[in-house]
């Protein structure tokens, strides 16, 4: 039995079929091989956020070419940043009596009653990506995933270097992309961030506004602009992912502006278009975020199917970029 406590990190994380076809984007993929020691194949229900981002899409790529490298039968179910798709997909992996189910969650909250619902069928269930809060740790097994706090955290260091760099004198006014309103990396990116501000800069520093862009490119340019009109003297973006960022870059242009010099921009992912930007002196720096959790997803899902223990973290090798490192990195980057 797997202990719940072990948090991974990452090395480079009952509704008719009919009606979840209504509201869920599913398929079926099968690997070539027996998935455990040339016995039955392990059957994978695997529930994805959506596709709202760069990093999203390497994510849904990576778990789906590892589960075939594996020989799992996976069953992919796209919840389109929906939490009620996402449930429904998850009953009907359970209806379906799968082997394992594994989930990126599109909130923190409200999955108690579906989470109960697997374990009285006795499937486990693996969280990938982002946790959840639930009234029972028992009702999943682990969590494949980065410390989204210590993402944040590091992101206010980073920008410490940036203003340094850039030679940003006087008070430094935040403006803040969030996440997905409810959504971990949200709220825990949020939190590490504030956390290093009001402990080394709470005289210097202050985000004077704040909204969510839900991750995507459009929110990100939408919400930006709306940024510009109420706070023109905005002199730093800190954007959840790498998405928004590019998203609000189109509007700081618009406007007149140049980004990474008239406004400082951190960033969190290290998605291609991401580095692109940086590259281009657009963004001053990157948290990295690496998408690449398939193989630690289907190491973990093999040893739950097979009654095993986990007792080891993952070690991270996700780093902060800068300007002057984006043309090094570029070159190199697999997604």
């Not at 099968?30 to 229900?45: N, P, R, Y």
């Not at 080891?312 to 970029?321: L, M, N, P």
Request: charged share 25%.
């Amino acid at each position: 039995m797997l202990n719940r406590r072990n948090f991974l990190t990452a090395a480079i994380g009952v509704a008719a079929a009919g009606t979840l076809a209504a509201c869920a984007k599913e398929d079926d993929s099968a690997g070539d091989s027996a998935g455990s020691g040339g016995g039955k194949k392990i059957t994978l229900g695997f529930s994805q956020v959506g596709s709202e981002s760069g990093w999203r899409t390497a994510n849904s790529e990576s778990v789906k070419s590892a589960a075939k490298e594996a020989g799992y039968t996976l069953k992919f179910s796209d919840a389109q940043q929906k939490q009620e798709n996402q449930i429904s997909a998850i009953r009907n992996y359970i209806a379906q009596k799968v082997d394992v189910i594994a989930f990126s969650p599109v909130v923190v909250t409200g999955w108690d009653a579906v989470l109960k619902e697997a374990k009285a069928a006795k499937i486990p269930v693996v969280l990938t990506d982002r946790s959840v809060e639930t009234s029972d740790d028992s009702l999943y097994v682990t969590l494949v995933g980065s410390d989204f706090t210590d993402e944040g955290r590091r992101a206010a260091k980073i920008l410490e270097k940036v203003i340094e760099k850039a030679g940003l004198k006087g008070n430094v006014k935040i403006a803040q992309l969030e996440g997905t309103t409810g959504a971990a990396p949200a709220i825990e990116r949020a939190k590490g961030f504030k956390e290093v501000m009001d402990a080394e800069h709470k005289d210097d520093w202050k985000i004077v506004v704040s909204q969510t862009g839900d991750f995507t490119r459009a929110g990100g340019k939408q919400v930006m602009a709306a940024f510009l009109q109420s706070n023109p003297d905005i002199n730093v973006l800190f954007a959840h992912n790498d998405d928004m960022a590019i998203g609000a870059i189109q509007s700081i242009e618009a406007a007149g502006k140049k980004p990474g010099k008239d406004i400082l921009i951190v960033s969190i992912d290290g998605v291609k278009d991401g580095f692109v930007a940086m590259s281009e002196g657009k963004i001053n720096a990157i948290v990295e975020c690496n998408p690449l959790l398939g193989p630690q997803l289907m190491e973990v899902v093999k040893t739950v199917h097979d009654g095993g223990t986990v007792e080891r973290w993952i070690k991270t090798k996700e780093g902060d970029f800068m300007q002057d490192q984006a043309k090094a990195a570029l070159p190199t980057r697999k997604y």
